[in-house]
């Protein structure tokens, strides 16, 4: 018993003891934080971000930017396949252009509010200001967003922010400045206001001024340099995302691409075809060069920014929403792989298809054939090649198929055959050629041969890209081999 009231004083001794080294320690911090606000002009924006951040606690963010004008049943497939991949949306809502004789143009999307409000997502109208625009008029353009807000909000949309798309010359961000601020107090208090970002104007001494009237900030990392040099560059990428984490006040996002376009050069200089064809640039075009983002290089950049210790960052913004039968956009497969660290592969098969019967021979293991009381017919089978990955892919050099009673055969897009014992086998005439070429080539010039420039890149095969490769006219068949590259 002695042993145990011992204890209970020595307990009470420590309680005691901890209390009054805690009334110390408060006493001895008498709100710093208080006296560096009243010091500081830019308190009341200070305190918001102090007391809001982005914590380690909030995931990472990955979003997506719906930018068709047109809306179609493809859009609502793509937003029920994307729901558990990206975890809010940008919808472009309204854009405008400018006239040469001042009058404006402005597009509002026809948007499907049915199929908005059924996905749960978070939603942030955008309007897309050309950068083309000399000036900005102020009450037009609020008015404008104004009228669209009503708009969705009577059609029962709800949405959690504004974003304006404006690539402004760094010169006139003080006059940017002046009209996000009208904007902002228009806006409904609920509503954030977010703007995308050039990585031109993070050297300007007018870009902190500009975030202290914007909630949000998004930089576009893509489609900001000479389009001949590529879509994104990951080492410039990296650059400007460490520069605004030294700078930016606001929470911010990195746009980044998941799209293609076209080079497309002329004796008047080059243009960029993207998702409207421009068919007479390329009537008169000397040279039409495909660029397309590459997945493996986003997957390993979103991964870095996935490790990024900045608290500001919230995250990442894809361009744009793949909708089936966009041929300037990543199939949605693809993007999904990348956002979540899948694999990255192409799958080219080999289809055969006859009498509208389709047969994967890229998949079938030998069976027995059995016998037929009937003579046997000659069928016309016709060769596709199929990539069912989610990357391009460089199609096989060699494809040796056995057929029986062939009495016609012929290839095209690039391969040849010949028949040998019993085989049909189909060859690219670009790999022969090649093998040709370095065999017959003298010893200086075995290099240049080897090194092939941009006119002798090699065909690569988009994801659910389709090849026609030839046909022939036998009793029957089937494939014996792929020879990969």
């Keep these: 018993m002695g042993n145990l009231i011992n204890n209970m ?44 951040p982005i914590t380690s606690e909030q995931p990472f963010s990955q979003e997506v930017y719906i930018w068709q004008r047109q809306w179609r049943p493809a859009n609502q497939t793509a937003l029920v396949q994307s729901q558990n991949a990206f975890q809010g949306l940008r919808i472009l809502a309204l854009q405008a252009h400018p006239k040469p004789n001042g009058a404006d143009i402005w597009f509002e999307v026809a948007v499907n509010h049915v199929w908005l409000q059924a996905d749960p997502r978070p939603k942030i109208l955008v309007v897309r200001l050309d950068g083309q625009f000399t000036h900005l008029n102020d009450e037009e353009v609020i008015h404008k967003i104004n009228q669209v807000l009503a708009n969705w909000q009577a059609k029962g949309t709800h949405i959690v922010g504004v974003e304006i798309d404006h690539d402004s010359a760094s010169s006139k961000l003080p006059a940017y400045r002046k009209f996000l601020k009208k904007l902002k107090a228009h806006l409904p208090t609920q509503l954030k206001l977010s703007i995308t970002a050039l990585p031109a104007w993070l050297n300007s001494a007018e870009f902190p001024t500009l975030l202290a009237t914007i909630d949000e900030l998004v930089l576009q990392i893509h489609s900001v340099s000479d389009p ?36 497309i050069s002329t004796a008047s200089g080059y243009q960029v075809e993207s998702e409207t064809p421009l068919r007479h640039q390329r009537q008169s075009a000397n040279a039409v060069e495909e660029l397309m983002a590459d997945p493996k290089i986003l997957q390993t950049f979103i991964q870095k920014l996935q490790n990024q210790t900045d608290t500001k960052l919230k995250g990442i913004i894809w361009f744009r929403l793949p909708l089936e039968g966009d041929k300037r956009v990543w199939p949605l497969n ?15 098969e080999l289809v055969i298809s ?41 199609p096989p050099t060699i494809l040796s198929l056995a057929g029986h009673a062939c009495s016609a055969y012929d290839a095209q897009n690039g391969y040849r055959v010949i028949q040998k014992d019993g085989l049909l086998t189909w060859q690219s005439q670009a790999e022969t050629t090649a093998a040709l070429t370095s065999i017959e080539a003298p010893r200086t010039n075995m290099m240049s041969v080897l090194q092939p420039n941009r006119e002798t890149q090699k065909y690569m095969l988009n994801p659910n890209g389709q090849k026609v490769i030839g046909w022939a006219r036998c009793e029957s068949l089937y494939l014996q081999g792929i020879y990969a590259p």
């Excluded at 911090?29 to 560096?36: G, K, T």
């Excluded at 994104?232 to 293609?260: C, H, M, N």
């Excluded at 693809?334 to 080219?348: D, F, N, R």
């Excluded at 009498?355 to 060769?383: I, R, Y």
Aim: proline share 4%; hydrophobic share 45%.
């Design 9 to 52: 004083r020595r307990n009470q001794w420590r309680l005691f003891t901890l209390f009054i080294a805690s009334l110390w320690l408060s006493a001895c911090q008498p709100a710093a934080d208080q006296s560096e606000f009243k010091s500081n002009p830019n308190a009341p924006h200070a305190a918001k971000t102090a007391l809001a």
């Design 334 to 348: 693809t993007l999904i792989a990348v956002a979540q660290h899948g694999e990255l592969a192409a799958k080219i």
């Design 228 to 263: 001949r040099h590529g879509l994104f560059d990951a080492v410039k990428g990296w650059q400007w995302v460490e520069q605004l984490s030294r700078i930016s006040t606001v929470p911010y996002l990195i746009a980044l691409p998941a799209y293609g376009s076209a080079v």
């Design 354 to 394: 006859s009498d509208n019967n389709v047969t994967n021979q890229a998949q079938l293991t030998a069976e027995n054939t059995v016998k037929s009381h009937t003579m046997p017919q000659s069928k016309l089978f016709q060769l596709s090649l199929i990539n069912r990955g989610n990357i391009a892919g460089e």
